[in-house]
């Protein structure tokens, strides 16, 4: 079993709609936790960092879900522009707080 | 740009030569990550730099590869006899450690083509 599962989609979303998905996460000694945005052969860009309360940003919407071990990302009125991989990350702390990502979660808004 | 520099941004070789990646970090970032991807895959950790020490290397890091960072700034990643199988996207990444976490900001990668 891979550290942190993704569905690989792609989610087809209509450009105004709202699309949501999970992440799970095996190590229940992950510390920090982050989404991050990858474009078709670009590198991986900090979208946020997800807290235990949950956060904003904009249209962006994340949770934690410790006793579950997922994590999730909402998009509302999704844009053109948010076509685009999502890639959730968890580091567990340990020395070095080097990244383990998901496979990726694949977006495509259409008008 | 102030930001992580690759270069070159792609690499074409025959099986069995050597190739050699370069990273430029963020300046006055202190920690250099080097990570791999193959397509359909998120990255996966290779080794990390704290200044110029090498402090860790995962078991994908066959004793084909070696990275260094011999001044703590740019860092190099050769890999000798290269293999198909090491085509993929290298990507580095840095990072200022401030007490027990780090944002790492990515380069654009430099992907690798064995034929």
């Known amino acids: 079993r891979k550290e942190v599962e993704q569905d690989p989609g792609p989610f087809n979303v209509p450009e105004g709609a709202t699309v949501a998905f999970n992440c799970t996460y095996s190590?229940?000694?992950?510390?920090?936790f982050f989404w991050y945005r990858q474009d078709c052969r670009k590198e991986p860009k900090l979208l946020m960092s997800?807290?235990?309360s949950g956060n904003e940003d904009g249209r962006f919407t994340a949770q934690l879900n410790r006793a579950s071990q997922y994590i999730s990302l909402l998009i509302r009125d999704s844009k053109l522009s948010d076509s685009a991989t999502y890639l959730c990350?968890?580091?567990?702390?340990?020395?070095?707080?080097?990244?383990?990502f998901g496979g990726g979660t694949r977006v495509l808004v259409k008008p | 740009d102030t930001g992580v520099s690759q270069d070159p941004r792609h690499k074409i070789t025959k099986r069995g030569q050597n190739v050699t990646f370069r990273c430029d970090p963020i300046?006055?970032?202190?920690?250099l990550y080097w990570y791999r991807q193959t397509l359909g895959q998120g990255p996966e950790f290779l080794t990390y730099?704290?200044?110029?020490?090498?402090?860790?290397k995962s078991r994908l890091l066959s004793d084909r590869f070696s990275a260094e960072r011999p001044k703590g700034s740019f860092s190099t990643l050769e890999i000798q006899r290269t293999e198909q199988g090491d085509s993929a996207m290298y990507l580095c990444?840095?990072?200022?450690?401030?007490?027990?976490?780090?944002?790492?900001?990515f380069g654009p990668g430099t992907r690798l083509t064995v034929l």
């Open positions: 990444a840095s990072s200022l450690i401030l007490a027990s976490t780090d944002t790492q900001y």
């Open positions: 190590n229940s000694a992950s510390q920090s």
């Open positions: 997800v807290y235990s």
């Open positions: 990350v968890v580091n567990r702390g340990a020395a070095g707080n080097k990244l383990t």
């Open positions: 300046s006055e970032h202190n920690r």
């Open positions: 730099f704290q200044n110029e020490a090498q402090l860790e």
